[in-house]
Each structure stands twice: as C-alpha cells, then as structure tokens.
Nanobody, 122 residues
Framework: QVQLVEPGGGLVQAGGSLRLSCAAS????????MGWFRQAPGKEREFVAA????????YYADSVKGRFTVSRDNTKNTIYLQMNSLKAEDTAVYYC???????????????WGQGTQVTVSS
C-alpha cells in the first residue's frame, strides 16, 4: 500500500519560516514527479510546487515563487517544502502528492498525503 506521510505543519508568525516534509513508503518514488498543493477553507485545492524525479525540473506557483523552495532526497523517498517569508494568505492545509496524471499544476495525481495544517498569524 502506498503512503505519503507529512509531518511538520504548525503555527508560525507572518514573516517566519517553516519546512514541510513528505515521506513516501510502499514503493520507490525516485522515478516519479512529486509535488505540493494547498487548500484554504472555502477554496479549491491549488498547486504550490513540483519537482521531477532527478530534480532537473522544478515548478512553482507565482504566489510562492522566490519564497518557497521544493527539494527531494531520493535516498530517503522524501520531498521537502521550505517556506520563507510566510504570509497570512499562505494559511492552508498542505498536501503532498506523487505521480501526476497529467500536468503538474492540476490536482490530478495518483497519490496524496493526508494533509498538514499550516497557519500563519498576522
């Protein structure tokens, strides 16, 4: 059974930093693209960032470009999302995803984590 586990959410003040991680188990994800989405209350799930299997292609939503950094460690089947200069509008449940069905920016991926809450206080 495939599992994506995401510890690392929490509460942080505006301007602060937080790092999310997502560990995959059940199969080797070194050959698939992985990514992050987020969903705020009352809003649709939106793309945040994605990284190809060897890290040669990285994608960011415009809203997080320059503030967030996605990376991965294939030896640990883990991806990370370093979030800096956090804003109140970054508050959402963040989801890890693996193996997109089509384009990386659409929320159609084969595997999803359970989500972790990130709250940024202003």
């Amino acid at each position: 059974q495939v599992q994506l586990v995401e510890p690392g959410g929490g509460l942080v003040q505006a301007g602060g930093s937080l790092r999310l991680s997502c560990a995959a188990s059940g199969r080797t994800f070194s050959a698939v693209t992985m990514g992050w989405f987020r969903q705020a209350p009352g809003k649709e799930r939106e793309f945040v960032a994605a990284i190809s299997w060897i890290g040669s292609r990285i994608y960011y939503a415009d809203s997080v470009k320059g503030r967030f950094t996605v990376s991965r460690d294939n030896t640990k089947n883990t991806i990370y999302l370093q979030m800096n200069s956090l804003k109140a509008e970054d508050t959402a449940v963040y989801y890890c995803a693996a193996d997109p069905v089509s384009t990386v920016t659409t929320p159609q991926w084969h595997y999803w984590g359970q989500g972790t809450q990130v709250t940024v206080s202003s």
